[in-house]
């Protein structure tokens, strides 16, 4: 009697790959799993140019769901007034216009033209700042409108004619470069405090007393940017344990300055909302329903309802309760994983540029968009009071997307000046008209220059590490 034995590797515990009356089958192609996504996505990001176009993408799709929302909650109200529904919409694409113009010429100019232009927007800025400051002071207890002859001052803009401007939002770019600039001068010599004291902490104490009384929320903006900026660099840590409680007494007494009551009341409305005056929850309570309307799907795209002069600056600072209602959590999951994306595009650039100021730079710039996205969603969600400020990007207001964008093209100029994607630009060079219109070829760093072909590379000098020939070595005589 014979016996059959299962040959070695052979199963007989699954499904067969052989047919009945046929041979066996080849298997099917399996459904790709999570391990073939990551990997995927890393071999996308492992390439040159993977933060430039990062970049581009991610600010890219919040500009398009900035200008959805802001028509989405304008159009009926504007309507309602006898304007066009376009109306607020049309300024938006208008500025986002000439915001594209200043990503364009922000990303085409080198390091050394921002460094050579950061003393004289810092002295604009805070011109702009003085004199709007100047002209409420002047017509405080008036009735007459603010102004200083054809300039008009309104709330938190400058009027001139037609062109409006805040001058607040000139200062974060400016503070940006200017702070950048100052610490690579200082070098090593920050970890002196009276290197900080010249001129690094007057300055900028002058530029957040000429902002903070007149804009509380862009003032703690400006302090994120600059400790941001201070902590790259690798200032002590006993210089923020000072700084610390110098921005907690500041703040406490912008908050109690004469003139600003409605401050104490939103700080009032944060701590309990439940039993707080009408008046000063209104705006939180009309988000809080907001979100609670939305769910989880949302009612649909321009389908909501508290945006039709229920919900105070559904279009500025409470844009998101419009997108919670509109679009759900989806759509605010959205969002935030959109700022999230941002946030790791702007410090993957700052690891890798080849230079301290871009580094120092880079930083600023993401952590200002970053951290004034947080504040923003977290004064619609009740994590952090209300403070007026805009959602970057997203939100109407003229002179942020402008300014937002420059800074957007002074990032995107960073990223290009790293080495594996400037390397990667000089090995496949654009045409020359694509370099016109667009972007010139970055600057390649030294080190990473390919090697002439003609000849040997250039060994370093020993002493200072500078390239450059070498001394021949000459041969000592035996005496």
């Avoid at 912008?254 to 009408?278: E, M, S, W």
Wanted: aromatic share 8%.
């Amino acid at each position: 009697m014979s016996h059959v034995t299962d040959a070695p590797g052979t199963a007989h515990d699954g499904p067969s790959d052989r047919g009945a009356d046929g041979p066996a089958r080849p298997a099917g192609p399996r459904a790709p799993g999570p391990a073939v996504f990551v990997s995927a996505v890393r071999g996308l990001l492992e390439r040159p140019l993977a933060s430039y176009y990062l970049l581009l993408a991610t600010v890219g799709l919040l500009l398009v769901i900035g200008l959805t929302m802001v028509f989405s909650a304008t159009a009926v109200t504007q309507y309602g007034l006898g304007h066009s529904p376009y109306s607020l919409l049309v300024q938006q694409l208008a500025a986002a216009g000439v915001g594209l113009i200043a990503f364009w010429a922000c990303q085409r100019l080198p390091r050394r033209t921002y460094r050579a232009m950061a003393r004289l927007l810092l002295m604009i800025s805070m011109a702009l700042l003085a004199m709007l400051d100047l002209i409420i002071l002047l017509s405080a207890g008036t009735a007459s409108s603010p102004h200083l002859g054809p300039i008009q001052a309104s709330g938190l803009w400058l009027n001139v004619g037609p062109v409006v401007l805040q001058p607040s939002e000139v200062a974060k770019f400016a503070l940006v470069i200017w702070g950048a600039d100052v610490l690579v001068r200082k070098g090593e010599r920050i970890v002196e405090w009276r290197e900080l004291m010249n001129p690094l902490f007057p300055v900028v104490g002058l530029l957040f007393v000429l902002v903070g009384y007149a804009d509380l929320g862009t003032m703690l903006v400006l302090l994120t940017i600059f400790v941001g900026m201070l902590f790259v660099a690798g200032v002590r840590g006993r210089v923020f344990g000072v700084m610390l409680g110098v921005a907690l007494v500041g703040v406490m007494g912008l908050v109690f300055a004469p003139g600003k009551g409605y401050r104490i009341d939103r700080f009032t409305a944060f701590l309990d909302p439940a039993h707080c005056n009408q008046d000063d929850c209104f705006q939180i309570k009309q988000g809080w329903y907001a979100i609670a309307h939305g769910g989880w799907f949302g009612v649909g795209l321009g389908d909501g309802t508290l945006k039709w002069n229920w919900l105070p600056e559904a279009h500025n600072d409470f844009i998101f309760a419009v997108i919670a209602e509109e679009l759900g959590v989806v759509g605010c999951v959205t969002v935030v994983t959109l700022f999230a994306v941002l946030a790791y595009a702007g410090f993957r650039i700052a690891r890798r540029v080849p230079d301290n100021f871009r580094r120092l730079a880079a930083s600023a710039v993401t952590l200002w968009f970053v951290g004034q996205a947080l504040i923003n969603i977290g004064g619609v969600i009740r994590l952090v009071p209300v403070t007026g400020l805009v959602l970057p990007f997203i939100s109407h207001g003229g002179s942020a997307l402008v300014v937002s964008l420059a800074a957007v093209g002074m990032l995107a100029s960073f990223a290009r000046t790293e080495p594996e994607a400037a390397a990667a630009l000089h090995a496949r060079p654009s045409g020359k008209w694509v370099q016109l219109l667009w972007a010139p070829l970055p600057a390649i760093a030294r080190s990473n220059r390919p090697r002439d072909a003609a000849g040997p590379p250039e060994p370093e000098h020993p002493a200072d590490g500078v390239p450059g020939p070498r001394r021949p070595t000459v041969p000592r005589r035996r005496k």
